[in-house]
């Protein structure tokens, strides 16, 4: 298994700019988490998915970042307009929920916001 | 909702010797507590975990302990290699639903 993809893996953009990270989890998995990690704050749940459904976004920070899971193998978070300090790494995470309490990452997103 | 405190920030180790890292958590509801292991550039990775019907589980080198009546958890890593070094988080949360709360992560270096 491929595991949890992610891309792009760097993304380097100007204030303004609108940013969409994307996310393919593991096959079969039916769960999919977006978080964000900057040295402040750790690692923060932004919002999760289950069966493409979004079940609780009050992590997102605010309303330039939305999210979508148009399908179960591919799922979608963008930042418009983005700003300096949207700068993080962030991470998607993939699960088989109701069999397995196990996330299994991705290797994530490093965004910087000139 | 949940609080996990881990400590400490970072901790340095002779190879050969143990470390250990600590955490907290405050909602007596959590049943699940997974470490994970994040490596340079990497996303974090599951090593070890445990659940609040269990006091203790060990996998070769890596061990970790859950005192529900504290509240705490505990990964102990034996016979430290230089491998090992990494930024560990704990986490806590209710294995029935999907939220997951980590800790602020501990920078484990291991010297040569």
């Known amino acids: 298994d491929a595991g949890v993809i992610q891309s792009p893996r760097h993304e380097v953009t100007e204030m303004g700019q609108e940013v969409t990270l994307r996310c393919k989890p593991i096959?079969?998995?039916?769960?999919l988490f977006w978080y964000r990690q900057t040295m402040m704050r750790g690692l923060e749940l932004l919002i999760y998915?289950?069966?493409?459904?979004?079940?609780?976004d009050s992590g997102m920070p605010e309303d330039r970042f939305s999210a979508k899971m148009p399908n179960a193998s591919f799922s979608t978070l963008k930042i418009q307009p983005s700003e300096p300090r949207d700068s993080a790494v962030y991470f998607c995470?993939?699960?088989?929920?109701?069999?397995?309490?196990?996330?299994?990452f991705g290797p994530g997103t490093r965004l910087t916001v000139l | 909702g949940e609080n996990v405190e881990q400590h400490p920030s970072t901790l340095s180790v002779q190879e050969g010797d143990s470390a250990v890292i600590k955490c907290t958590y405050s909602?007596?509801?959590?049943?699940?507590f997974p470490w994970y292991k994040q490596e340079l550039g990497k996303g974090p990775q599951l090593i070890i975990d445990?659940?609040?019907?269990?006091g203790e589980k060990k996998d070769q080198r890596i061990a970790v302990t859950l005192n529900k009546t504290a509240k705490h958890f505990s990964l102990h890593i034996t016979e430290t290699q230089p491998e090992d070094s990494a930024v560990y988080f704990c986490?806590?949360?209710?294995?029935?639903?999907?939220?997951?709360?980590f800790g602020t992560g501990t920078s484990l270096t291991v010297i040569p």
């Open positions: 995470a993939s699960r088989l929920a109701g069999l397995s309490d196990t996330q299994y």
């Open positions: 096959s079969g998995h039916n769960s």
């Open positions: 998915f289950n069966n493409n459904v979004p079940i609780d």
């Open positions: 909602d007596s509801a959590s049943n699940y």
């Open positions: 445990i659940r609040s019907n269990v």
């Open positions: 986490a806590a949360g209710v294995n029935t639903g999907n939220q997951f709360y």
